[in-house]
């Protein structure tokens, strides 16, 4: 196991990086990010754990949201269901395209782009809107281990009025079929899904989770090994957006990103890695996260291929 | 290891499943191939070998040659200079496409597409196209640990005459300067690598070669670690057309595919696998080797992720 | 003048052929149309009026109210503002195709398609949704001469309750800014507009009106000289959805489709052409009315190329 | 008609806009125009002629080639024959573009496309290549009435030398089908027909052949009424490249560009108009010949519409 001084260094190793970067700036609320913000820690199978900066610094977990919602989405309804409604497959554009909609399948190409996630969130279970989010924030808490998450009001109401694009692609797919509930309902998930409070530290708990193919840390096993791979295969074809390839060459384990500029990372069997850096490239990737990540995945040998 | 009776088995068991696929038709040489043909083969890394069905029967190598030669390219080239003519993301598109060379980037998504791999071969060093090819077939050769490699004529001449779809998106790189060198030698090139001849036995060699991260079973480094896990990762986000998501959660190996009804596949540090089978799915995958390895991953427990 | 018998006499010739076409049934308020409606109206100058089989049918006006929803928006707004909004070139897509927003311009190509025609709706002036409507009922009963007109309520609501796809492209136009105002209005105005009931002679009494550049049959300058044209040049590239090229070719007269079976028509200068017949080509357009426009031209030489 | 001092005048008024423009700089022969060339040619069917500027300097025909072979092309085959294998669409995609050939038909939009035009080009009839060559001129010869044409052979050279795109598109019309004969001749062809050298006095007898739908001014019928209306309206939907729609809107009459920077124009049954601007806009329509057939469309308001 890495130790937290090495972990120290590579953060100043790589902090000049950050500042090539741009934090998301669509809502007031992610602009205010400070793009010093930098911190990592990783937790293994031996309750060993490491950090270094600001690993504890509370940010919106945004996309990283989307492969943990989809394992909820498998609990909740046959796998099969799900992949007749959504692909499997990296798309080779943005995370926010709606070309392939129509071009393609009618089918959004994967859970990790937009358009799939919230074809995702129409699919989780529950009585009422409320209902149906709280199962989420639920379920996010069990698999970080941490009971105090909540999600941030003004990030949602500021990603559900500027949230238009998504809305365009929800109603897209209403259209299709792929959506089957109600189209502002599962906007309205996918918005405060977005908007749950994460920190680097939660992000290692949850990737030692899918690293240990869905068992959290106490013992209990929340989804199956099968469901746990899938979403991990995923993440390494289409975790970083657009840029999921060069990562897989460069880093060479499952990933997730999200503009809040978290990266949620593991090595299967072993670790689990939770980034943090709101400056991002021109993917929407944490642009220090990424650095962080391949330094240690060079230091260690941590490639999966 | 897997005996051979158990691979047997698994043959009879998805035999059926070969009769829902079409043998490629568009060149005579690979629409006389035969459906019914199935066999695999499996190396380790402590000698151990299994086998069953048409594991010796020759085939065209087709796209199974493209993470081939761009082992080769990257040592005749500098890596970045590579990469700055190719992309490493999955396309999500066919692998004939050429649209995306116009909407997206100029230069094609990565080197197991058609474009890419066509602009991968005019990188080869040679003082003449066959030196440039001989080239090619030499480092299969080794690789494969197969001195007899040749390629097959006939279907050399009906991939030259039919090809004016890889023509097409050829002249389109050589107008972007993505193609820098003579049009119709690299074509040639791809044409004729195309065209080697190759088993289930070889493939399970090229295959241990990957998993041992680029030395032969004798101990030869041929490429290097970086070289070999470059190749593997592409493999997985890229390497089965438009299907390789779904292939990456449903057998989670590394494995590249051809439309002559080949696939090789490998576990990263363990074993080599190679099989054969010229019914194809939709996307061009062997529909019965693809079978085989998802029985194969399932029983063993070989996903990587 | 061509008379009215030879009407009656082109409608029998032509009558087969709309057995070949299909009605609209995305609704049911359309789906319930009669095939074997077929009618047309002719007004010229001279006060000379034609007619034969169902021209005084009422049916819903659908795309044909985008070119006359264009002149009231060009007198509500600059013309310039209009045009930083929304192109005025043919696409070679689909009227319900959105690709293009993201592809190509982030504004629609032009008035003729859903998105544009959306974009114009949502330009309307008026101190509420009703009065903007109004405004646009009554621009249409102004130069339609026909003070009763109205809309289909059933229909309205058909349209409003799977109008997904328009609601789509409106959210990503508002995403964009192409649309400033609320989206919900406009598209209840665009689908209010759509369901508005007209017949074939309302139609000739349009044509006529573009006919005479923006001047009513009573001597009322409605619109000016230089808007009749634009719109009759925007219905001669774009008016036949993507089949104006050929219909420009064969028939070689402004005129606009609707999918409610509508054609308007005209001769610059001479005449107002209304037609009638629910059974629709793939492309969207009466194939009954195509084909009487089409010898009519021929007959009467009206092409202006 | 307009009198040659007028013209001088509207040649005067628009000079300096012809310097916002950019001359063809893809090859030597066309870079090395002087964008202060400006020059403009009318004729009328009572045998006036109007002219100013450099209305007899040579440039190269480029673009404006493509409906006159395609009259040449109706000659020498079924019309139905060329429109199986090319549309009468618009395309709303640079004349260039190729992705429409993956992503809708097979077949090329219009003969007005590069795509289109090559696809002409290979249904010229003749035993030799150089034969189909000297009909195309000679076709040319006779409706500009000037047996002095040739084609400019630097330039001819200098577009096949980097006439790889068109290469592309050629290849993958071949690959469908489009393209029955051999590519490299059809191309060959495309681009000596390209580089005929032709004066705005030239285009304006063009013109004038085209508004008298056929006939030459000596009263020699070439091609039927019907074949001179169909160039007509393909001129107008797809005459000016992806800006067509806004030059029908703005000028209304039919019209070819060429990146030589000639436009070939004309009213129907009235007169051809020439004019001659190296100077470019982004869409390759010669900026200075826009402005003045704008400003002479207006002053005699010949829109069409």
Redesign the interface.
């Known amino acids: 196991m890495i130790n937290s001084d090495i972990l120290y260094n590579l953060i100043l190793a790589n902090k000049e990086r950050c500042k090539e970067g741009k934090v998301a700036d669509y809502i007031p609320g992610l602009k205010n990010a400070n793009k010093e913000n930098f911190g990592i820690c990783i937790m293994d199978n031996n309750n060993k754990i490491s950090y270094a900066g600001d690993y504890e610094k509370k940010f919106t977990i945004q996309s990283i949201s989307k492969p943990l919602i989809l394992m909820l989405a498998i609990l909740d309804n046959e796998e099969d269901y799900i992949f007749s409604k959504i692909?499997?497959?990296?798309?080779?554009?943005p995370f926010n395209?709606?070309?392939?909609?129509?071009?393609?399948f009618s089918k959004p190409?994967?859970p990790m782009i937009n358009a799939g996630a919230i074809a995702v969130s129409s699919m989780i279970k529950g009585d009422s809107s409320e209902e149906k989010f709280n199962r989420v924030l639920d379920f996010i808490k069990k698999i970080s281990e941490n009971p105090n998450l909540d999600y941030d009001r003004d990030i949602y109401h500021g990603e559900k009025i500027t949230g238009?694009?998504n809305?365009?692609?929800?109603?897209?797919m209403?259209?299709d079929g792929i959506i089957e509930g109600d189209?502002e309902e599962a906007l309205d998930i996918y918005f405060k899904q977005c908007s749950i409070l994460i920190t680097a530290f939660d992000l290692a708990k949850i990737g030692l989770f899918l690293a240990n193919n869905g068992v959290t840390s106490y013992g209990e096993r929340v989804v199956s090994i099968h469901t746990a791979?899938?979403v991990?295969?995923?993440m390494?074809?289409?975790g970083m957006y657009?840029?999921?390839?060069?990562f897989?060459?460069k880093v060479?384990i499952?990933a997730k990103s999200g503009v809040g500029g978290g990266i949620l990372s593991l090595v299967?069997g072993k670790m689990g890695i939770g980034v943090y850096g709101p400056a991002l490239d021109l993917k929407g990737n944490s642009i220090g996260g990424y650095a962080l990540l391949e330094d240690i995945s060079n230091l260690l040998s941590l490639?999966?291929?």
Request: aromatic content about 8%; glycine content about 10%.
């Open positions: 692909g499997m497959e990296p798309t080779g554009d395209s709606i070309k392939k909609l129509e071009t393609s190409f994967n238009n694009r809305r365009s692609m929800a109603y897209f209403k259209n189209v791979k899938l991990k295969s995923l390494v074809t289409c657009d840029g999921s390839g060069e897989a060459v060479g499952p299967p490639s999966i291929f």
